[in-house]
């Protein structure tokens, strides 16, 4: 698509959309938001990307495979409901780590393997439909 | 006990990763197969447990039933899980004399694990929203599947079925958004008490009829099942061996799970509606075959009229119709696929499909012959085959009830699959090659010949098997059918005793 407009702006949006995925991702855990959603925002905005760049250059920003980042995503994901066996606990049960002020739990990581997951899969879709097309 | 019903779906995920990770190498494709094994020992496990204690169920993440995702098994859902670790390994190993070093550089197994994956956990969920999500894990895979042969043909097939499989999700989704509207619940077993208590009993059957139009378009009942004969015929033999087993199946065992369990409030309609699309599904899937001459097509049109055997046990809701369904499900699956796998060998033999154009394999190739037979005739419901047993159960199960017209239906489809099963066998068994080329089983290399004939060869016994000792897996059907009919074991299970 040829417009200096759309060029111009998806450089400085995409880096907005991933911002605010990070932050929808992060603050899913106790209020609307998450890792299916974020993943979403961010693909967003790199499908925003390859509409004004071509995919070529997308992917070149990209810098890795988007089949590569859903299968580890969903490879971070099954492994974070998996650490719940080492508690001899119920598949996915959260485990948590509090530091001070900070809680960190195998949620986060569930949350974060989704966001990944969710990111390469449709970036994978829409960069395979944006080159056949 | 929650591991034990989380595993057979983790596993299938796992080796997914795995297995796109070594894409494209002899070790991809070997992990695929390592996994299937690794699959099959938890379900025989879960089987195992099931048969041990009954109904059991786990919640994932600790969180207590009706708030968490409840995974349930019972005999039906542990024996469902079982035949798809039977048949992912089956297609597992049989993948690996079709497809080539592209279509698993593509990630094929990645898929074809993904796919076991989610059909593994549509049949051990207990929760109507986790059902829909495993539904779209399905349709995002089977998608994949279909399209990586890469053919302009399989794209259109593809194209049609997705769009298609939306429309029913939607409606799937839209059902279970009206119901957590109502009852405020979406655990299965929550919810059976949930909707017999709503004030609003009309809602109910609405939302019951939107379910039944979502499940019984992905079962391709009539007259919504014009996509899988459009689909069926395109992709990779294997992908279409697997997809003719397992994915409407799945729709099937919703049907099953969802008016057992859940909208059993008004029988006398749903059910009643459940049992004229039964017999026009058989009816329509079996004179839709006769016009056919691809060996795909023919078998695909079958599915869709064997489907109508198993809506029709489930729409007569005796526990001897029930049975004779949750039965036919188990041994259709079998059959089916072993089909799809044989019309792959005789195709990879004879270089087409068409059944006008290819012959002579009764000549050339009699094991491979000897091997249709025990499907087709199964299919078609010869004594004393597994389908013989599946047909005869559920056509005494309507003349128990004095229905004869569906009795004689169900009678007259099976004779009319013979029609179709010998039209097959005359086409491409009996019949000289037109080009008098003389297609044998020693020509496949050898690696390719044990990986296609260990999986048919394993089938078929299975078939012969459940045919010569029926009184076994009749006992478990007989069990099965039990526990869909009175669910308080079901209830408990998920609930705990003090909420029953």
Redesign the interface.
Known sequence: MNSLILSVGARFLTGLFLLFSLFVLLRGHNSPGGGFIGGLIGAAGFVLYSFAAGVEDARRALRVDPRAIGVWGMAIAVLSGLASALASLDPFTGLWLILEDLALSTVLVFDIGVYLAVFGAILTLVFALEETV | M??VL?LPI?IP??T??LA??LRGSRMGDLASVAGAVASLGVAVLLVGVVLDRGVVA?????WQAPYGITLVADHLSAAMVLITAIIGLAVAVWSLAEIGPESSRL?YH?LFQSLLGGVTGAFLTGDLFNLYVWFEVLL?SSFGLLVIGGRKQAIDGAVKYVTLNLIATVLFLAGAGLLYGATGTLNMADLRGAVAASPDQGLMTLIAMMLMVAFGMKAAVFPLFFWLPASYHTPHYAVSAVFAGLLTKVGVYALMRVFTLIFVGDIGYTHEILLWVSLLTMLTGVLGAAAQSDFRKILSFHIISQIGYMVLGLALMTPLAVMGAVFYLLHHIIVKTNLFLIAGVSRRLTGSSDLYAIGGLYRSAPLLAALFIIPAFSLAGFPPLSGFWAKFVIVRASLDLGEWLVAGVALLVGLLTIFSMTKIWAEAFWKAHPKGRQPALADLPQSARWQMMVPIVALAVMTVAIGAFPSAFLDFATKGAEQLLDPAAYVAAVLGEARR
């Open positions: 929650s591991w989380a983790l995920f796992m997914a990763v796109f990770l786990g919640q994932v993440g600790g990630g990645a995002i």
